[in-house]
């Protein structure tokens, strides 16, 4: 009788909470040859606000936990081994719940997050901590609105009557919207050229954006900058206290590479 080969070990299996640029790099650099993904099993996990989003390679899985019981469970059953939470600056709730739930059943957590953006010497920044505030500071600011916060934070706008909107976001807005309001349907990576001719063709004398970071949407800055019109940012939520923090993807992959090395 032939000898029975010995149980091949279970890969760790690493959860990412993605929906960001930096989710899909760490997942495709994952997927490529010699990667610390050929030793582990990468779940990538997305929130589905998305009606058509693009899906990083290897497994996914779409929509909610259940709250910080709910991942706590789906890390012990599904028998996670360590955790990235790669998802947007501004999704605050799931990094609490993340922090929580990892916590509870001993899972290595990871919070990816791009660097904020920092104004230069010529641009006309107001720093704001929420959207409500943002709205208030908006009439002593200008009276044709680029809205670039997303279509979930519309509501804090809506009563603006006398202000017009240009909004930007990748699936249509529901109610409630501001009354004088354009929607235009896009995705980034977007360019100079084309944000100022769109701050130029719609007259736009104010511009408001979350501080996301990143290359993907920037360009709205430096087109801001050049023609001259103030930029209201709302400052971005802090990360959960004790949660070691990478600024890029390459970052991540070598926090997995400590606890994973390759074989």
Do not use: Y
Request: proline content about 12%.
């Amino acid at each position: 009788m032939e000898p029975v080969p010995p149980p091949q070990p279970r890969p760790p299996h690493v959860l990412v909470l993605g929906g960001t640029t930096e989710a899909r790099q760490v997942a495709e650099a994952l997927a490529e040859p010699g990667a610390p993904g050929r030793t582990v099993r990468v779940t990538n996990s997305l929130a589905g606000r998305v009606a058509s989003p693009r899906l990083p390679p290897g497994e996914v899985r779409v929509g909610g936990f259940g709250g910080t019981e709910g991942l706590a469970d789906w890390l012990r059953i599904h028998r996670v081994d360590a955790l990235i939470d790669a998802t947007h600056p501004f999704a605050g709730t799931i990094s609490f719940h993340a922090a929580r739930a990892a916590a509870m059943v001993h899972v290595p957590l990871l919070a990816l997050r791009r660097p904020g953006w920092v104004p230069g010497e010529a641009d006309r920044w107001h720093s704001v901590g929420s959207l409500d505030e943002a709205a208030a500071l908006l009439p002593s600011l200008g009276g044709r609105v680029f809205l670039t916060t997303g279509r979930t934070g519309l509501a804090a706008f809506a009563h603006l009557d006398g202000l017009w909107f240009l909004t930007r976001s990748v699936d249509a807005p529901g109610p409630p919207c501001p009354a004088r309001m354009e929607v235009l349907l896009d995705r980034g990576p977007f360019t100079v050229a084309g944000e100022l001719e769109l701050i130029r063709r719609h007259r736009v004398d104010v511009l408001v954006t979350k501080d996301s970071g990143g290359a993907a949407t920037a360009p709205k800055l430096a087109a801001a900058r050049e023609v001259g019109i103030p930029v209201v940012v709302v400052r971005r939520p802090p990360v959960p206290e004790g949660v070691p923090v990478a600024g890029t993807p390459r970052e991540a992959l070598d926090w997995l590479r400590e606890r994973f090395p390759a074989p």
